[in-house]
């Protein structure tokens, strides 16, 4: 392939996945186990599901810009995401609190736009506060064991300041935006929120896409490989790491502006370790060591999920099971199982699912510079 | 700042290891241009000296200048911009990116910095130039694709070099760069060192007793965290103090 078609192959990949995705949710037109059909829990009807789908598919890709790409373990992005999510609820809602002796005051307003500029603003702050803190102080664990610690400084901050985000219950009844051009309740329609958020995420993916496939992008695989030898061929290190931090909690600040808007309303869950969590099994799932790993790996857990939790209360064990297997079987994700089927064919790709040898030798990011562009 | 007349100047430079003096008060000047190598037994400090001049580790006491600059507490990728470079005794790559992608970033470290480092990798014809140019130079063109970690040893050794080379660096540090090649390895590389010594000065560290007499202008011989003596190969090979020290003698 010659350089400089893959990135629109790519994107346009994408894009008709995006198109397709509502058809094969259950009940939709191409439902792909119409006899597995389960109840979506949040909302009735399948568009929603897929719009959940997607608005979790972009908070992954950001994770994984630092997981599967700069090699640094976040357990506690779901922050940003409730942090995106509820500066925009409080942005379109208002506020009138004390905070000591401090009056915070605002009538609240409407416009979608300047809802994501202040939430990227607040999740940009917070993030480049966290990441100048704790880049040059650690790294593996370590690194991992003080991002859940912050995560919980915003839960809690979201849990018990009821006053400001409404405590447990968090906040309801948030209205949607007027989108300019378009008639004023054209966003209160469930097709309507899914083209909506279809058409962010497909910016905010193509945008992740130009990113990684940067210079800046192949500093942070190279940071990834090999921090020592980044450092001594003359890059400021720790600065890219900041830089990777702060971009990867942007992407799921994003998420969580459309999800506010998409659910019209907020609780604490949204900034949860369970939610943290999730997003790290999603990423593993699809593949971290892909770029549209992290997507695939959000549509195959909220599939599951929804369909499973059709069929049993304890679905969270069988995704438990089915994530287990993944990592032990295929570290690489479905995206790695792909990869290794069109290098090696059937019957290679199966042994190495089922060798041990071969397992040992494969590695989760193996696949990264495959999509890179024009190599 | 006029130029300096020399590479690297220490000034009472020690390193200390949990009470062991691995560099013990060096003072000496390590002019610019030519092969200068650093010897020594095992355990005289060769490369402590290395990591003391490349950053790798603060010293405990004294002060480093590179080319009229104090460098003493300068982080390592300060000193790369520099223009110091290193290569590493235990090879030092990026395993799972290419060959080419390897070389690639050593090239673009250049540009470390500046805005078109968020723009995408093709369009950037002097780059990938020069890039095939280090592979050409040392003989990984026609692997440029595979995976660097996939290379044989002697291939890794010289792609380390590569690395090194990627920011063209007025000083290179060269920490063993033949350990463990086969002899007709050792040959192509020992010719690439030649080649790439042209115009750079050389600072290299070796057991390669016989390469080290060929091509060095100066040769350094540290023991026990010391400096024993300093001169041409000849005079080394005439230094009754360097003898005693390798025992058997250098050849």
Known sequence: MTPGTRPWVALLGVGAAFVVLPLVMPGGTLDLYPFAGARFPVHAGFIDLATTILIFALFALGFNLLFGHTGELSFGHAMFFALGAYSTALYTRGFDVYAGPVHLVFAGASNAAAALAVSLAVVALWAFFIARLIVPRSSGIYYSMITLAFAQVIYSITFHWGDLTGGEDGIQGIDRPRLPGLPPNWLQDATHVYIFTAVVVFVAVAVLFWILNSKFGSVLHAIRENKHRARFLGYDVDKYRVNAFVLSALFPGVAGWLWTYFQQSINPDAGSIDYSGRVVMMSLLGGIGSFTGPMIGAFVYWDLQNRVSGLTKYWPAAIGVVFALFVIAAPSGIAGIFADLRRYGVATALRRIFSREARYHSDVAEELPAHRIGD | ?251
């Open chain 2, 1 to 251: 700042m006029e130029p300096a007349e020399y590479a690297f100047r220490t000034e009472h430079l020690s390193r200390t290891f949990s009470g062991f003096k691995a560099v013990n008060d060096v003072s000496l000047e390590i002019p610019r241009g030519g092969v200068r190598a650093i010897i020594g037994p095992n355990g005289a400090g060769k490369t402590t000296f290395f990591n003391l001049l490349s950053g790798h580790f603060p010293p405990s006491s004294g002060t480093i200048w590179f080319a009229g600059h104090d460098i003493t507490s300068l982080p390592p990728y300060r000193r790369a911009r520099l223009g110091i470079g290193r290569s590493f005794q235990i090879t030092n790559i990026f395993g799972k990116l290419s060959v080419h992608e390897n070389v690639r970033l050593a090239v673009q470290a250049a540009l470390d910095g500046r805005a078109s480092f968020f723009f995408p990798n093709r369009k950037m014809g002097h780059l990938e130039s020069r890039t095939a140019e280090i592979l050409g130079d040392i003989g990984l063109s026609t692997v440029a694709a595979a995976r660097a970690e996939n290379l044989s040893h002697g291939d890794q050794r010289r792609l380390e070099i590569g690395l090194v080379l990627g920011r063209d660096p007025e000083v290179l540090l060269l920490d063993e760069p033949l350990a463990g090649m086969s002899p007709a390895e050792t040959e192509a590389t020992v010719e690439l060192i030649e080649r790439i010594a042209r115009g750079r000065t050389i600072l290299l560290v070796e057991h390669d007793i016989d390469v080290v007499m060929a091509i060095s202008t100066t040769i350094t011989v540290l023991q026990l965290g010391q400096v024993l003596a300093i001169g041409t190969p000849q005079e080394i090979r005439a230094n009754e103090a360097v003898q005693r020290a390798y025992l058997g003698g250098l050849a």
